[in-house]
């Protein structure tokens, strides 16, 4: 098989790369080592930029979005028993985070790559890169007891932390940096009315609590709880328990509970691997980056990344020239950086640290105090929660 690129993942990465770049005329396929039911099986945050929105419309995959997703234009910080909204409409000049579910986007996504008619290849095994470092790459699998091979101009990596893209990289090619969070979040999703119509972030003696949702009859929330725990430990009942005991009075009063649809627990990094091209391999989303979820940052992240590569691809193809491909990692990396700051800093102040103690508690408190009362500091969050802006090429 011949293609113009070849995508590693079929996540939404993959899928809006693919469907961006059939847009533009530029041919691809993609390879996804899972089927799509467990691609779809995955449960992922939901909150998106409006550059997230606006790249779905350049897809021409935003009908659903707009229609069902939940425009929000706040978010509630909660600490010392009350809630303080931070107003991300007033202090952004109008932009808004929009509350639709990750498996939704990829959904809409797998939908119109169908309709198009372009090549998936699900349960791809042994997928392997080779000769990126040349003028010829080949992206070679295994399906059907058979070994296959896509000749190709370029190679997107867009298949994850754990994917063959960034692995298939000579380590002494590769600078790494991490940080492990001493913490993870248990989270519920369960059919119940969300206990706000904004996301309450709330930090507490007990720890941090998140209270968020994917429509109006379906809520998703979590709890901090340490790196160790394990979710059989769990049941509903104690997890509803926990919850309340994090929330103030009216949350608390509030609080429909229900059966959970899916349970699990998520450990938190900070992660990121430079640069994000080798050769004719681009790294995308979480193949190059890892964010702690607080900041909701990972899918936004994500969809930057091939923002900005299929319009350098368009640029390659239409003018015959390698410029802005040449900048590819230098442009995500700066606001990669820019994200995993915030997402770091946001994590450290709404979460209880093991080694930090009441000092540590009275702090944060301090800071949330001075972050709600401070027109500056309360702008500040709300810029990076929104999302910073694309630079052009």
């Known amino acids: 098989m011949r293609t113009q690129v070849a995508i590693i993942g079929a996540g939404p990465a993959g899928l809006l790369?693919?469907?961006?770049?059939?847009?533009?005329?530029?041919?691809?396929?993609?390879?996804?080592?899972?089927?799509?039911?467990?691609?779809?099986?995955?449960?992922?945050?939901?909150?998106?930029?409006?550059?997230?929105?606006?790249?779905?419309?350049?897809?021409?995959?935003?009908?659903?979005?707009?229609?069902?997703?939940?425009?929000?234009?706040?978010?509630?910080?909660?600490?010392?028993?009350?809630?303080?909204?931070?107003?991300?409409?007033?202090?952004?000049?109008?932009?808004?985070?929009?509350?639709?579910?990750?498996?939704?986007?990829?959904?809409?996504?797998?939908?119109?790559?169908?309709?198009?008619?372009?090549?998936?290849?699900?349960?791809?095994?042994?997928?392997?890169?080779?000769?990126?470092?040349?003028?010829?790459?080949?992206?070679?699998?295994?399906?059907?007891?058979a070994t296959h091979e896509i000749e190709c101009d370029f190679i997107a990596g867009c298949d994850g932390y754990h994917g063959v893209s960034r692995a298939s990289v000579?380590?002494?090619?590769?600078?790494?940096?991490?940080?492990?969070?001493?913490?993870?979040?248990?989270?519920?999703?369960?059919d119940v009315p969300p206990v706000s119509h904004e996301l309450i972030y709330a930090n507490t003696s007990r720890g941090f609590a998140l209270c968020s949702m994917r429509s109006a009859t379906r809520s998703r929330y979590y709890v901090q709880v340490p790196t160790e725990e394990k979710v059989e430990n769990w049941s509903d009942e104690a997890f509803w328990n926990e919850l309340r005991l994090r929330l103030d009075p009216e949350a608390r009063e509030r609080l429909v509970t229900g059966p959970s649809l899916e349970k699990s627990i998520a450990p938190l990094r900070s992660f990121v691997a430079e640069p994000m091209r080798f050769g004719s391999l681009f790294l995308a989303g979480d193949a190059a980056h890892i964010v702690p979820p607080t900041g909701a940052k990972g899918l936004n992240l994500a969809t930057a990344d091939v923002g900005y590569l299929s319009r350098a691809l368009e640029i390659f193809y239409a003018d015959k020239t390698a410029s802005a491909l040449d900048r590819y990692s230098d442009l995500c990396l700066r606001r990669v950086w820019k994200a995993e700051r915030f997402s770091w800093w946001f994590t450290s102040l709404m979460h209880r640290f093991p080694d930090t103690g009441e000092f540590g508690q009275k702090i944060q408190e301090a800071e949330l105090d001075y972050l709600v009362h401070s027109r500056a500091a309360s702008t500040s969050l709300a810029e990076n929660y929104v999302g910073l802006p694309m630079e052009e090429f």
Do not use: C
Not at 117 to 138: C, E, K, M, N, Q
Not at 175 to 189: A, Q
């Open 17 to 145: 790369l693919g469907q961006l770049l059939h847009k533009a005329g530029i041919d691809n396929v993609i390879v996804e080592r899972q089927t799509g039911d467990y691609v779809l099986g995955r449960i992922r945050a939901g909150v998106l930029e409006q550059i997230t929105m606006d790249l779905l419309a350049r897809a021409g995959v935003d009908a659903r979005a707009k229609a069902e997703g939940l425009p929000h234009d706040g978010i509630e910080l909660l600490f010392k028993g009350a809630r303080h909204r931070i107003d991300l409409h007033g202090l952004t000049d109008g932009k808004q985070v929009t509350v639709y579910g990750q498996t939704e986007v990829t959904r809409d996504l797998m939908e119109a790559r169908q309709a198009a008619g372009l090549p998936t290849i699900y349960s791809a095994a042994s997928v392997s890169l080779h000769d990126f470092d040349g003028a010829r790459p080949r992206v070679r699998y295994q399906k059907d007891g």
């Open 170 to 190: 000579p380590a002494d090619a590769l600078h790494t940096y991490e940080k492990i969070y001493p913490f993870g979040w248990l989270g519920v999703l369960a």
